[in-house]
């Protein structure tokens, strides 16, 4: 791996640390023993270890992203030998700009696991609407160097923002 050569290793670990102490400081904040996790614009995965090693206990982690093709990297590659998959329970691709986890007008490409009766675990994709129910709540959703593409118009931050205040729980 050339990774280390990187001009801007140094500007990648700092980034790294900074998430890492965000993901910490929103657990603590949760004041829950297991939490729930709403993670938006998660793309392929790459913080996917800081929730699932960190000093908390994850009960359910959904993964939110435009990029149908990064969230099947995430679903392959990051999580296919980690044996705490089964706590990524959805991987919904949304434009969380425009669409909703909760509308039946939006057909959303989602992923999950199946447990076969030989015990084994297999990754299944489908299209369907309303991934999410209003009863869905999350202690912590993070929104990791990604919020400023909710931007691009007021109509786009203020949907953005009403789909995290719906699945938010109290206190979250």
Not at 9 to 18: A, K, P, S, T, W
Not at 38 to 53: E, F, N, Q, T, V
Not at 116 to 141: C, M, T, Y
Request: contains cysteine; charged residues 25%; glycine residues 6%.
């Amino acid at each position: 791996s050339t990774r280390h050569m990187s001009l801007i290793l140094h500007l990648r670990n700092l980034n790294n640390c900074v998430k890492s102490h965000f993901i910490q400081y929103g657990v603590k904040c949760s004041k829950q023993s297991k939490v729930a996790i709403l993670d938006l614009g998660c793309g392929m995965g790459g913080d996917i270890l800081k929730w699932l090693r960190g000093n908390f206990e994850v009960s359910r982690y959904v993964g939110v992203d435009i990029a149908k093709s990064s969230l099947v990297q995430f679903a392959g590659e990051r999580l296919k030998s980690n044996p705490l998959k089964e706590k990524v329970t959805e991987l919904i691709c949304a434009d969380l700009g425009t669409e909703s986890l909760t509308s039946v007008e939006d057909t959303l490409d989602v992923h999950t696991w199946i447990k076969r009766e030989d015990g084994q675990i297999e990754s299944k994709w489908e299209a369907i609407s309303s991934p999410l129910s209003a009863n869905d709540l999350f202690h912590v959703a993070s929104c990791q160097f990604a919020m400023h593409y909710m931007f691009q118009s007021s109509r786009k931050a203020r949907h953005f923002f009403a789909e995290i205040s719906r699945h938010l729980a109290p206190g979250g």
